[in-house]
């Protein structure tokens, strides 16, 4: 990842790389310079542990700062801009490649979690972030801190869903029943216990028009969370909502649907029965049938 040198670097020609705040999609994957950390940093300043800032030199000449945008800013604000450092300068870089550094280094300085950790992932050209980011806008959504209707802040949540397979078709049926174009409009639709149960339901194989004719009048916020103890919430909140989706249907209709049909998912039947006429391991014919057993 280009040329490394170390060089003796006046602070004054150090450009900073700041990210603006608020905005959703980031034009610099450095976060917004926080003064109130750069006041504090003054408070607690020992030159000698100022570390290595690291640079990068891009193509027209200009040294921009990859990691250590706050101590420069103190420096700046506080301290002798005239002062020089060693710095740590990269040559060649790509913008991603920059972000990448700034990445490992921030996750592990200073434990970057969520949707800025998300952003960062996107600037460095992760290929699970930037595809979920695709999905979430497809669907009229984006990723961000925030309680605006269309807002996801459970980032992470939001990837494992991708990586699943199932995140499109979750928020296509939580749009459709409470989101953006539903009956219930705020951001608590997309949290991260309610987009882990959807999960768990895309799974199973519900059908969307049937989940959304079902779910739709119910207020997602009261809606309680039954099944084992022993289960996540998210499974309990999947097995409630499964209640409401089944209601009028017998257990050998072939529109009922059970958490056992989750592809790959280790989770006892929400509905089981005892083994007894009609049923093979204490599953219904049908449910039988639909496993394979």
Not at 69 to 80: K, L, N, S
Not at 259 to 280: C, D, E, H, V, Y
């Amino acid at each position: 990842m280009g040329e490394i040198s170390y060089e003796w670097v006046k602070v004054k020609d150090i450009w900073l790389n700041p990210a603006k705040p608020g905005e959703p999609i980031r034009p610099g994957y450095n976060r917004h310079v926080d003064m109130k950390q750069v006041a504090k940093r003054n408070a607690e300043w020992d030159p000698a542990k100022i570390g290595v800032v690291v640079l990068s030199r891009r193509g027209n000449g200009k040294l921009f700062c990859v990691c250590g945008q706050h101590r420069v800013t103190r420096e700046m604000v506080y301290g002798d801009p005239e002062d020089e450092w060693l710095c740590q300068i990269h040559d060649g870089l790509t913008y991603a490649e920059e972000s990448a550094i700034w990445r490992a280094h921030d996750v592990q300085v200073n434990q970057i979690k969520g949707v800025e950790k998300f952003y960062m992932a996107c600037n460095a050209k992760s290929s699970d972030e930037v595809e979920t980011l695709k999905i979430v806008r497809a669907c009229g959504l984006t990723i961000r801190k925030g309680t605006a209707p269309t807002y996801i802040s459970a980032s992470t949540v939001a990837v494992e869903l991708y990586k699943n397979g199932t995140l499109a078709d979750a928020l296509d049926m939580l749009n459709a029943t409470w989101g953006c174009t539903g009956t219930y409009k705020g951001s608590e639709v997309y949290n991260a216990t309610l987009l882990r149960a959807m999960n768990l339901l895309v799974k199973c194989g519900v059908d969307h028009d049937r989940f959304v004719t079902r779910l739709r009048s119910i207020d997602p916020r009261n809606i309680s969370q039954s099944g084992s103890r022993d289960w996540s919430a998210a499974k309990r909140l999947a097995s409630t909502m499964l209640e409401f989706y089944n209601k009028h249907l017998s257990e050998t209709s072939s529109a009922w649907v059970d958490l056992s049909f989750a592809r790959g998912a280790s989770i006892k039947p929400s509905r089981r029965r005892p083994n007894g006429p009609g049923t093979q391991n204490g599953l219904s014919k049908t449910q039988a049938r639909r496993n394979g057993a």
